[in-house]
């Protein structure tokens, strides 16, 4: 089957006319406010009678790195332009509409005819040719990309990284940002015994046994190493460790800051202060070139240049999974229909590796595993206003208030249990132990004042209080937690649960709904422990390397939560070292 893949936020070029006839304002400054994806957003509009002169963001409250080109690409064009008709920033449309809302109603303020600056004219953009050389080009502009582009740059490269999106990050940039690794110095203090054999056993196992043994290898033993290598570039990691949803096991590292903003922004410090890493973001590669079988560039579209890009040593595809592409993940697995919400960003289409099949006969294994995660936020399938701390310290219950699953078990495992349950939905419930204060933070930087305070959590000073917010049989829920409480003492546990630590005991108690979301894409173009991609005899593709979630093979039927950050880490890494030494 052949998929056309269309990104629609992509391919929504700028249709705008530079001579559309503004209006007739009222000379002044105004403000206009609106929400964004997180809070109001306000804009401040200055004006003369014909046109509008500047268009300023005064106040925000939206998530740093993820909502910047929105927040300056949409007032610096709708001055260029004259016109509210821009485009919004795809990965960022909350805020683009919130930042086009505000300014829009500064412009009815100013008595601006709204009819005409809303007009999305078209203007004949036509795109320069141009042709870019280095001797690595990065395909992708997330964790694993931006990983192989360090390392490439590190081991002598120049490197040139093509991002389809308007900024740098990917999935990865949203991410919950859990990264295992067997780390003697942060597990002992805490008394935990592991060893890369177990994460090893863990990682293979967690699989279903489909993994395969020389990359799992290769993956265990470097993580640590993953560690220590981001620390030098300048990331910090808590001292904390867990265990993340699915984990199996508490080796899961928080970064210091907040969802994958350490990984990138750490990537992005390293290029901007070192000379010979050049990143084209809103560039969509559409083809790789080959000569005599080896690749040797490829093709790309940007918005304003038609690129052909050449690597003298390699090229690296670091292009992520296929969980935003419904008609794709239904062809794998037709119960993945699009009322299933995704956590994944909308770049996360998977045309690149078709292209590597088609155009380099690149092997692709394993496209029908994939991951789902029973932890979506209700109303937009992402992890945001997830209030679990460690696996060991919350439940989940049911509509009716109860159990229903081992909550240490397998993504997949909980999933499927949580497809069982009324309207597929659930509650995770955690108590003080979790928020010792208001002010506690998830991994999203979101206080649970806050979020309780906007609805999306729910606090009692009594388990039955709570389970009437939730709209639960108070006598029910408390019955579940009283003999969670008991597993708890006797570490025996009806559900077969065997990861725990505190009772749910400790005043308030919280809940917060989710959902079943699609989470990762397991499957990918075949590579092996030095990345090279591999075709269906199992040679290396000369030129040809891959890293990150575009890959398959490292998981089997299962990803380990808290394993995606370190595989991109560890591979994106080898991957840039083998491109740059491939002369
Ligand atoms: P990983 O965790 O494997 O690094 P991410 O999702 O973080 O995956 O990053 C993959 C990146 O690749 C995303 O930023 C995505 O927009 C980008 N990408 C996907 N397809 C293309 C393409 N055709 N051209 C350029 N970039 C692409």
Do not use: C
């Not at 967690?206 to 043994?213: S, T, V």
């Not at 994958?260 to 990143?279: H, Q």
């Not at 809940?511 to 499957?523: C, D, E, F, L, S």
Request: glycine share 10%; hydrophobic share 40%; net charge neutral.
């Amino acid at each position: 089957m052949k998929f056309k893949m269309i990104d629609k936020l992509i391919l929504s070029t700028l249709i705008i006319s530079k001579f559309a006839v503004a209006s007739n304002f009222k000379p002044g400054t105004y403000i206009g406010s609106a929400p964004g994806y997180k809070d109001n957003i306000q804009v401040e509009v200055k004006v003369n009678s014909k046109k509008i002169e500047s268009v300023k963001i005064v106040k925000h409250d939206e998530s740093p790195l993820i909502s910047d080109v929105a927040l300056q690409r949409i007032p610096a064009e709708v001055v260029e332009y004259q016109s509210l008709g821009v485009d919004e920033v795809a990965g960022a449309t909350a805020t683009s509409k919130g930042v086009i809302a505000a300014i829009t109603r500064a412009l009815r303020a100013a008595g601006g005819d709204l009819n005409t600056l809303r007009k999305k004219v078209v203007t004949n953009t036509v795109k320069e040719n141009r042709e870019y050389n280095a001797d690595v080009i990065v395909v992708g502009g997330g964790g694993a990309g931006l990983a192989a582009a360090v390392s490439a740059h590190q081991n002598g490269a120049t490197v040139l990284v093509l991002e389809k999106m308007p900024r740098v990050g990917g999935n990865t940039l949203i991410a919950g940002s859990a990264y295992n690794a067997v780390d003697p110095k942060r597990q002992k203090p805490l008394g935990i015994e592991d060893s890369v054999d177990l994460h090893y056993k863990h990682t293979f196992e967690g699989g279903d046994k489909l993994g395969k043994p020389v990359l799992i290898k290769t993956f265990v033993e470097n993580s640590y190493p993953g560690i220590e290598w981001l620390e030098s570039l300048g990331m910090g990691f808590k001292d904390e460790i867990f265990t993340v949803l699915g984990a199996l096991y508490p080796r899961s590292h928080k970064p210091e800051k907040p969802l994958g903003t350490g990984f990138i922004g750490t990537y992005e410090d390293y290029i901007s202060k070192n000379k010979g890493i050049t990143v084209l973001t809103d560039t969509k590669v559409e083809d790789l070139i080959l000569e005599n079988g080896r690749v040797v560039g490829v093709k790309a579209l940007g918005r304003k240049e038609n690129i052909v890009a050449k690597a003298k040593n390699g090229v690296v595809i670091a292009t992520g999974g296929f969980g935003a592409n419904v008609e794709l993940r239904q062809h794998y697995n037709s119960k993945l229909t699009k009322d299933i919400p995704t956590t994944n960003h909308p770049g996360a289409t998977g045309e690149v590796m078709f292209m590597a099949a088609e155009k380099a006969a690149a092997n692709l294994v394993g496209l029908q595993y994939i991951q789902l995660l029973p932890m979506g936020d209700p109303i937009n399938g992402s992890l945001s206003g997830n209030i679990e701390g460690s696996v060991e310290d919350r439940i989940f219950v049911n509509k009716s208030g109860k159990r229903f699953v081992a909550e240490d078990e397998r993504r997949d495992v909980m999933t499927n249990a949580l497809f069982e349950q009324e309207d597929a939905y659930m509650w995770t419930i955690v108590d003080a132990h979790t928020y010792p204060t208001e002010q506690g933070k998830n991994n999203f930087n979101e206080t649970i004042e806050d979020l309780v305070k906007k609805g999306r959590a729910f606090k009692g000073e009594t388990v039955e209080e709570l389970a009437t917010k939730i709209k639960v049989d108070p006598v029910v829920l408390k019955d579940t937690i009283d003999k969670f409480n008991v597993a708890v003492e006797n570490k025996t546990d009806e559900f077969g649960r065997k990861l725990f630590a505190n009772k749910l005991d400790k005043a308030p108690f919280y809940a917060g709904p989710r959902v079943p979301t699609v989470h990762h894409t397991m499957g990918g173009v075949e590579i092996n422990e030095k990345t090279q991609v591999l075709d269906k005899a199992g040679n290396p593709i000369p030129g040809l390397f891959a890293a990150g979630e575009v890959t398959g093979g490292l998981h089997g039927s299962n990803r380990l939560g808290g394993n995606a950050l370190a595989e991109i880490t560890v591979f994106g890494k080898i991957a840039g070292e083998e491109a740059a030494k491939n002369k």
